[in-house]
């Protein structure tokens, strides 16, 4: 079964610093990876995906996520952090056997990582 | 264009009563999910549906049930409330396919006391 990793659990950064944010996962084929944005109160959001082709994808709100096949990582990077990031931040990675046999697209979520952000 | 709704937003149940947690959505998808999310865990999954009339069960289904009856809606029933169940509860949907983004609600926040 698949498993995602976050080690970081919470995150603090001064605002206009970089900001990256780390997801491991345990997957033996090529997953499908994705991040989500959890503000507080609310339900989560989709930041970005990725499934094949270039390793370096772009999102919504300034963020990217490099995929490292040979790291088994996914982390999450934004070159200047604004106050409004301030979130919880989670990885997640999709189930393709689940996929194939059309049984459900299913994700498995890291435990999030909090960001706090510094004025 | 709603997307997903969920009702109600908080509430406080005893010990062995029962409630049911609504979820809808407006986007015409034929995959939705129930998920509980504690304090350090992340999201577990706890059933799912990929159409109308047929459900599964995710990683921690005990204590739960589900119907789906219409394409639109996906509640969860809790029949005898445990504390073990506090928690808050997000239901997704998606269209067909991993290739597609799931749509949360706004969860609802039940505490079992």
């Known amino acids: 079964a698949q498993s995602v990793t976050q080690p970081d659990i919470h995150i603090t950064v001064s605002e206009g610093a970089s900001l990256e944010l780390r997801c491991n996962y345990s997957?033996?084929?090529?997953?499908?990876l994705f991040w989500y944005v959890q503000s507080p109160g609310q339900g989560l959001q989709l930041l970005l995906k990725y499934f094949s082709g270039d390793t370096l994808v772009q999102g919504i709100k300034g963020f990217e996520a490099e995929f490292k096949r040979s790291q088994s990582s996914f982390n999450l990077r934004k070159p200047s952090v604004h106050w409004s990031d301030a979130a919880e931040y989670f990885c997640?990675?999709?189930?393709?056997?689940?996929?194939?046999?059309?049984?459900?697209?299913?994700?498995?979520f890291g435990t999030g990582t909090r960001l706090a952000v510094r004025p | 264009n709603a997307g997903v709704t969920q009702t109600p937003k908080f509430r406080i149940l005893k010990i062995g009563q029962s409630m049911t947690l609504q979820c809808t959505q407006d986007?015409?998808?034929?995959?939705m999910y129930w998920y509980r999310q504690d304090p350090g865990m992340g999201l577990k999954l706890i059933y799912y549906s990929v159409g109308a009339g047929i459900t599964d069960k995710g990683e921690v289904p005990n204590g739960y049930n589900v119907s789906r009856s219409t394409t639109e809606d996906f509640p969860l029933r809790l029949e005898l409330a445990a504390p073990s169940q506090t928690s808050v509860y997000f239901c997704?949907?998606?269209?067909?396919?991993?290739?597609?983004?799931?749509?949360f609600g706004p969860g609802t926040r039940l505490t079992v006391l």
């Open positions: 986007m015409n998808h034929n995959y």
């Open positions: 997957y033996g084929a090529t997953p499908y």
């Open positions: 997704a949907s998606s269209y067909i396919g991993l290739y597609n983004e799931q749509f």
């Open positions: 997640a990675v999709g189930d393709l056997d689940s996929q194939e046999k059309s049984s459900g697209d299913k994700l498995t």
